[in-house]
C-alpha cells in the first residue's frame, strides 16, 4: 500500500501545484507584478546521488542531452551565477547538491523544470542581498549553519521519501516526524512547500536534527528559494491598502484578476486528476494482492541506476585514454568501488605505475583516482564492451560495489529466500543488459520455477543451449538447479577457454560454484569473498516501515 499512497499523495499534490501555478498566473496578470527578469528556460536542481556523492556535469549532460561531453556547454550557461548558497560556479568539475543549473534549449528527461531561472543566493545564504531600506529584516538574515539532505533518488529512480532519509541520516525511520516538522510550511528552492510528509520532491534541502550523521549530509545556511521563485514583494514605497482600490482603470482591474476562463478551467483539470487518483490507486492495489499472492518477476523494473552507471562509464573510457597514451596495457579490472569522493579499481594482477589521473596503491594491485579528476579527463571513445560483465552487486559501508562476473571464471549461485533472490537477479540482469557497456547478451533460463522476463529465452534442458556457448559474444545462462557432474564438466571447459564470454548463474544452492552468494530478505547481500552489501536500500527500509 505504500506505493499507492505515495503515487495518491504525489497527485493530489499535482492538484496542489496546479492551483498555485493559477494563482501565480493571475496574481502575475496584472502589470504590477509582470516578470521581468527573463524568459522561461530549462533548468535542474542538481541532487547526490544514492551514494551520497554529487552529481556531475558530464552525467547531467548524458542524461538531458544524450552526450556527456557537452557538460561545457552546461557549464558556460551558468559560470559565475550565484547560487541559492551564496557560492559561485567556477569549475566544471566542482558542483553541489541544491545549485541550479540552467540547461540548453534542446535538454529533454525527467527533473527538468520550465521557468524563470532563480537567481541569487537564497535568503539567509552567504550574498544574499541585505533588506531594502525601511523593510524588516528577515528572521533567517543571520542563520546559523545546520545541518541538511538534498533530496536525491533511490537506486529505483524513485524520489527519496522522509522515512528513508530518517533511516539513513537518523539511524531510525520513525524519526521521519522530526525532519517533517523542522521543514513544513519553508519554501523550498524550486518554489513548493512541503506540507505533507508523504510528498517531497527531488532537489529540495531538508533540514535534519542535530544528530544526523551520514554521507550526503552537509552544513551550512539552509538553501531557501532564490528572489525569482514565488510572487514578488510590493516595490519599496508602494503602498497597498487592503481592500483599497489599485488606482487602475477598469481593463486593468479585470486583468490583474486573470481571465474569467481560467478558474472553470482549472477546476476541470483537478476533477480530472482527482479521477486518475481514484483509478491508479485502486489497480495498484489489485496489483499488491496479486503480488502477495504470486510474487511475480518484475519485468518494469528491469534497469540499472542511470547516473552512477554513467559515472562508471566515463572512469572507464579515461582509464581506456589514459592507458593509449601512456603506451600501457589495459589492466584486468575485477572490481569498481566507489569510495567517498574517489574511485577504486581492483586489478587481477598488480599492475604499476599506473597513468594518470589513476595512481597505484603499494603493491599495485589496485589503482585509484578522484571522481572530480574523471570527470574532466580526457575519455576515449573506444568500445567499453570489454567491461560487459561488471555489475553493481550493493552499496557497502564504503559506497557502490561492482564486481567482473566474468572473472568467477565459473559458476554463480545465488542462494537465499525466493522473493530476495528473484529481486537479486533483476537487478543483476538490468545492469548486465542496461549498463552503457553492456553489449546486449543474450539471455537464456533453463529449468522450471524460474522467474519469466520477456526479454530472456526460456528452455527446459542446459543441453538445449550448450552446444551455442561456443558462439562469439556469449550472454547470460540462468539455471533453475545445480549442474550435474556431466554438466559441470562440460562448463568448466568451457571457462578455461580464454574468451568464454558467457556468465552461468544457478538460482539456489551449488556447492560447486566457484563464486557462491546469499540474499536475504532484509536487502543483505553475503558472500564470503567481497564485503557484504546491501542489494536494496530501498527494499530494506520499506520492510522495515511496514
Not at 519554501?187 to 510528498?199: A, K, S, Y
Not at 552537509?218 to 532564490?226: E, I, K, N, T
Not at 572530480?372 to 568500445?383: G, I, M
Request: net charge negative; proline share 8%.
Amino acid at each position: 500500500m505504500h506505493h499507492v499512497h505515495r503515487i495518491a499523495a504525489a497527485l493530489a499534490a499535482a492538484i496542489l501545484s496546479t492551483t498555485s501555478a493559477a494563482a501565480l498566473v493571475v496574481a502575475a496578470a496584472g502589470p504590477a507584478a509582470a516578470d521581468t527578469t527573463g524568459e522561461k528556460v530549462k533548468y535542474y536542481v542538481m541532487q547526490s546521488t544514492p551514494d551520497g556523492e554529487p552529481e556531475f556535469l558530464f552525467q547531467i549532460a548524458q542524461r538531458f542531452l544524450g552526450d556527456g561531453n557537452r557538460h561545457l556547454e552546461i557549464f558556460e550557461l551558468n559560470e559565475g551565477r550565484v547560487q541559492p548558497d551564496g557560492n559561485t560556479l567556477t569549475d566544471p568539475a566542482s558542483v553541489l547538491p541544491g545549485w541550479v543549473m540552467q540547461l540548453p534549449a534542446d535538454a529533454e528527461g525527467e527533473g527538468i523544470v520550465v521557468g524563470v531561472l532563480p537567481e541569487g543566493p537564497a535568503e539567509g545564504a552567504p550574498g544574499a542581498s541585505a533588506p531594502a531600506s525601511g523593510a524588516a529584516p528577515s528572521a533567517d538574515a543571520s542563520a546559523a549553519a545546520v545541518p541538511y539532505y538534498v533530496v536525491g533518488r533511490t537506486p529505483e529512480g524513485e524520489t527519496e521519501y522522509l522515512y528513508l532519509i530518517a533511516e539513513r541520516f537518523l539511524g531510525d525511520g520513525e524519526r521521519h516526524k522530526e525532519i517533517f516538522e523542522l521543514n513544513e510550511g519553508r519554501t523550498q528552492p524550486d518554489g513548493g512547500v512541503l506540507t505533507d510528509p508523504e510528498v517531497v520532491e527531488v532537489g529540495w534541502a531538508l533540514e535534519l536534527p542535530q544528530d544526523a550523521e551520514g554521507e550526503g549530509l552537509q552544513r551550512g545556511p539552509l538553501p531557501g528559494p532564490s528572489p525569482a521563485v514565488g510572487a514578488s514583494a510590493p516595490a519599496s514605497g508602494a503602498a497597498v491598502t487592503e481592500g483599497a482600490p489599485s488606482g487602475g482603470n477598469a481593463a486593468d482591474e479585470g486583468s490583474a484578476a486573470g481571465p474569467a476562463w481560467l478558474t472553470p478551467v482549472l477546476i476541470a483539470v483537478g476533477a480530472v486528476v482527482l479521477l486518475g487518483v481514484a483509478v491508479l490507486g485502486g489497480l495498484l492495489l489489485v496489483r499488491r494482492r496479486r503480488a502477495g499472492r504470486e510474487q511475480p518477476f518484475d519485468d518494469s523494473l528491469l534497469r540499472t541506476d542511470t547516473s552512477a552507471a554513467w559515472m562508471v562509464d566515463r572512469a572507464l573510457r579515461v582509464l581506456l585514454a589514459a592507458c593509449e597514451r601512456d603506451g600501457q596495457d589495459l589492466p584486468a579490472v575485477t572490481g569498481v568501488f566507489i569510495e567517498g569522493g574517489a574511485m577504486r579499481l581492483r586489478l587481477g594482477s598488480p599492475v604499476s605505475p599506473a597513468p594518470a589521473p589513476w595512481v597505484a596503491n603499494e603493491d599495485g594491485q589496485s589503482w585509484s583516482a578522484p571522481l572530480a579528476k574523471l570527470q574532466s579527463a580526457p575519455a576515449s571513445e573506444d568500445s567499453t564492451a570489454r567491461f560487459a560483465r561488471l555489475v553493481t552487486i550493493g552499496v557497502g559501508e564504503t559506497g557502490r560495489v561492482l564486481v567482473d562476473f566474468a572473472s568467477a571464471r565459473g559458476v554463480i549461485s545465488l542462494d537465499g529466500p525466493t522473493r530476495a533472490r528473484h529481486e537479486v537477479l533483476r537487478r543483476w540482469l538490468g545492469e548486465l543488459t542496461g549498463n552503457p557497456w553492456s553489449n546486449d547478451p543474450r539471455v537464456v533460463m533453463v529449468g522450471n520455477g524460474l522467474p519469466q522476463p520477456e526479454l530472456a529465452e526460456h528452455l527446459s534442458a542446459i543441453e538445449q543451449v550448450i552446444p551455442e556457448l561456443d558462439a562469439v559474444g556469449g550472454g547470460v545462462l540462468v539455471l533453475s538447479q545445480a549442474p550435474s557432474v556431466l554438466q559441470q564438466d562440460l562448463l568448466a571447459a568451457r571457462f578455461a577457454t580464454p574468451g568464454f564470454g558467457w556468465v552461468v548463474i544457478v538460482l539456489g544452492e551449488s556447492l560447486s560454484a566457484k563464486w557462491r552468494i546469499t540474499a536475504t530478505e532484509d536487502g543483505w547481500l553475503h558472500s564470503g569473498f567481497l564485503p557484504d552489501v546491501r542489494y536494496t536500500e530501498q527494499a530494506a527500509v520499506r520492510r522495515a516501515g511496514e
